[in-house]
């Protein structure tokens, strides 16, 4: 809009909108109807998904496993209010496998106590972030063009998830292994983001999963979450 000298008001006329609902676009990330957006990037002469990447419908994976639920294109196409109802409707367990993902804390605050609450209700949380002096974390930033961006962002993940250090039915480690697939599992469903060498998480496509057989993918990547957590190191208070 700054770029084309576009007002909230003249937007909104150019697009028959009313001015506080490019007012709440803007401000407040709210995602407009298919049609106005699509009318709205034709007029910025944007791509509507890169206004709004929310509006990418994930791909049916019917016919293709029956575990594989939905397939997006990038990280960034999926809220990350998904990722808290994932952790919300665990009743057994919870696991988390990145390097960083400090995303989940940064848009969604009450993260933390998302995961208490859960712990509370009998959750066993596992949480395995990258070891920030890793020599695989290390090039994995200078792979994705982070520098030592991606070493700093390990340190403010541990940061982030410190305060839950010692409570019942959570445990916190560091890994140094090669992160291949950044997991989010919650019972029998998962989230999985992989990675694609010279992009940012954020760019690469995330998977989804809800186990419906023995020695299916969920398991296949349930099982490489056990491997690298045995290769961790506690955090300890």
Known sequence: MAAGGWTHESLAAKVQVDPKSVERWVNLDRVPRRRTALRTA?????????????????????GVSPELVALYTQRADLPVAAYADLFRQARQRI?????????????????NELLAERAADG?????????????????????????????????????????LVGMPGIELRTHS????????????????????????????PVWQLRRSEDGGMFDTYATSFDAVWNTGQQVKE
């Open 42 to 62: 034709e007029t910025l002469g944007e791509d509507v998904h890169a206004l709004w990447p929310a509006l990418r419908q994930p791909r049916n994976a019917r």
């Open 95 to 111: 696991d988390v496998l990145v390097y960083a993902a400090v995303f989940l804390h940064e848009a969604y605050p009450r993260m």
């Open 123 to 163: 959750c066993t949380i596992r949480i395995a972030l990258g070891d920030a002096d890793s020599t695989n974390v290390q090039q994995r930033g200078r792979e994705e063009r982070f520098g030592h961006g991606i070493e700093s962002r390990c340190r403010l993940a541990l940061m982030h998830y410190r305060p």
């Open 177 to 204: 292994t090669t992160l291949y697939n950044s997991l989010y599992r919650a019972d029998d469903q998962m989230l999985v983001n992989g990675h694609v060498w010279g992009v940012n998480a954020y760019g690469a």
